[in-house]
């Protein structure tokens, strides 16, 4: 049975402005799936429509094997959110919050407390446990948002940008946490406008643009199909570009070299490295100030598909 | 249903009794009124038209604290509507509609708090007529039935605030219908018998419910207007309970289904 699956999945809001334009999903039980887009791409909206927060409008969409219209109550017991923006109430405690969670989720109190105590510790908040939400730290909020989304073992989580604007150590105490979900065999639908993040995190990327699904696959499958290596080239002071592209040619296809760098070649063959781009320079008698392997990124895959880069591609991006 | 009712109700007093500077005007202001009301207008007994307790007037201050505990009570309405507001603002709202409970509970647990916190409410002006000398006519039956009324209208305010507050999706919004409260208020039998009103305000008065709430919770503390006083508060209070409860389920039904 697939964790997530929707087939031609609609919102239209008022004016008739399509939010979601007919996307498809299929993913597997236990899998990452990095939804990645910029803002208003719709990805929010996707999310909203498969932890039933939103009807849709056209298509159909199954999560955890329940329909998310017909069959919403089933839905929201087998699933945990995380939504964008931590929702948590600045009155209360970490573990008041908690436990209000797990009695929603139905849960005995005795069993309840436990699985609390579990989680708040798992994400390093017991010390702040009995402290007021409103003087925890973005990370702190957002730790304690999916240790709630965790707090009845649901088989599929949603988190929706649950890095965006975190210090660094935050996101990566986060990413931590997503990576011993998937040890655990955790569905998880992340939303991200950090391609690092998707390519860290994910077993399989969706990009969305505009309402639909523009590229769909592993990050190395997308990185893959959008090209070949490059090698960029910085030559010394006196050294002929035009004389370096000729000699460079025999490796690749010349492209229009980008900022500080001289010389651009796209590689013919994967095998093809730095190594073999200093000989050939060598042979010509031309010589070099930087050189480098360039791999394609994500970030590259989705300015392919969408034909702009990513806001936040720059955080970090490898 | 009950389960997650009762938690909600439980998280929204918790959380109200943390935020004193929302509880604090519920009982501040009332009060005030009736130092003002009590101290310049005591002479307003004595005229025609004011009702008699065995051809004696009733001490103005045990008459005023039934209008007291009624203007309280619908503060109350706008706070718990400036809280829900404040959770829809917040994203809280969002956590509860996506958590596997029936939606209609969020408002119920609402309604729930807003119940207690009106016997808090109530408790306070109970206990300022006891420390100022006021008489509960009726002993402690007497006050079961200020309670009982109390509660029910408290969950009648509250509930129009929910209404309010489920329909704006924002705090300013329902906090613009605070002056609302007086103008129900004083067009009313709370603060001046319905036979000192000149018209129109006691033909608006004779069909304001909040009349027949306070005239009910006053019935047993200055002894005046008997059983049939008590029966109409009762009536009006659970009408504007199941009234409210019922527009606030239905905003409720509306924002989920405008997403």
């Known amino acids: 049975m697939l964790a997530i699956q929707a087939n031609g999945l609609q919102r239209a809001f008022k004016g008739g402005i399509k939010a979601v334009d007919g996307i498809d999903l299929s993913i597997e039980q236990g899998e990452i799936y990095g939804f990645l887009g910029p803002n208003g791409a719709g990805k929010t909206t996707t999310v909203r429509m498969l932890v039933t927060l939103l009807l849709p409008t056209g298509g159909s969409a199954t999560v955890a094997g329940h329909d998310v219209a017909k069959e919403a109550g089933a839905v929201r017991r087998r699933i945990g959110v995380a939504l964008q923006e931590a ?62 989304a965790l707090v009845h073992s649901p088989s599929v989580l949603f988190l929706d940008e649950p890095t965006t604007g975190l210090d660094p150590t935050s996101r990566f105490t986060l990413w931590q946490e997503v990576s011993r979900l998937r040890e655990e065999g955790t569905t998880v639908f992340l939303t991200t406008q950090y391609l690092e993040e998707a390519d860290q995190l994910a077993d399989r990327v969706g990009i969305i643009a505009d309402g639909k699904i523009v590229a769909e696959g592993t990050p190395e ?24 592209t000729a000699a460079l040619s025999s490796l690749g296809e010349p492209m229009e070299a980008s900022g500080k760098h001289d010389v651009s070649i796209r590689l013919r063959e994967p095998g093809i490295g730095v190594a073999d781009a200093v000989r050939v320079l060598d042979d010509a008698g031309l010589e070099v100030a930087e050189i480098e392997l360039v791999k394609p990124s994500l970030d590259d895959v989705f300015m392919e598909k969408t034909g702009h880069r990513l806001e936040g591609s720059g955080d970090g991006e490898s | 249903m009950t389960g997650a009712s009762l938690a909600l109700a439980r998280r929204a007093l918790l959380v109200t009794l943390r935020r004193p500077q929302f509880l604090a005007p519920l009982l501040i202001f009332p009060t005030l009124l009736l130092a003002v009301n009590t101290g310049g207008l005591s002479q307003a007994t004595a005229l025609p038209g004011f009702p008699t307790i065995d051809g004696q007037p009733p001490v103005f201050f045990d008459f005023q604290l039934a209008a007291a505990m009624s203007q309280s009570l619908l503060l109350g309405g706008v706070g718990t509507g400036i809280a829900v507001a404040l959770e829809l603002e917040m994203g809280f709202f969002e956590r509860l509609v996506a958590a596997p409970i029936p939606r209609v509970s969020i408002v119920f647990g609402r309604l729930l708090a807003a119940a207690v916190i009106a016997c808090l409410q109530l ?117 504007l309970a199941v009234l409210f409860a019922a527009t606030a389920t239905h905003a409720l039904r509306g924002r989920l289904r405008a997403g």
Request: glycine share 14%.
């Open chain 1, 87 to 148: 929702a948590l109430d600045s009155l209360m405690t970490g573990n008041e919050l908690m436990l209000l969670q797990a009695t929603l989720q139905g849960m005995k109190t005795d069993a309840a407390k436990k699985r609390c105590s579990e989680l708040i510790e798992r994400v390093g908040l017991t010390d702040a446990g009995d402290r007021r939400v409103g003087g925890y730290s973005g990370g702190m909020k957002r730790r304690l948002d999916l240790a709630m």
């Open chain 2, 123 to 239: 408790t306070w002006f109970v206990l300022l007529g006891v420390i100022f000398g006021a008489g509960i006519y009726d002993g402690i039956p007497g006050l079961l039935i200020v309670y009982g009324i109390g509660a029910l209208a408290g969950i009648g305010f509250a509930g129009i605030g929910v209404t309010l507050a489920l329909r704006a999706g924002n705090a300013s919004t329902v906090q613009g219908f605070f002056p609302l409260v007086f103008v129900i208020l004083f067009l009313s039998s709370a603060f001046f018998p319905e036979a000192l009103l000149s018209s129109p305000a006691d033909v608006i008065a004779h069909y304001n419910p909040l009349s027949y709430v306070a005239n009910g919770m006053r019935a047993p503390i200055i002894g005046y207007g008997g059983t049939k006083a008590v029966l109409e508060g009762f009536a009006a209070a659970f009408g």
């Open chain 1, 221 to 244: 499958a997308l990185k893959r199909e959008s090209g070949a290596n490059h090698i960029e080239v910085i030559l010394l002071e006196g050294s002929d570009p035009t004389a370096a």
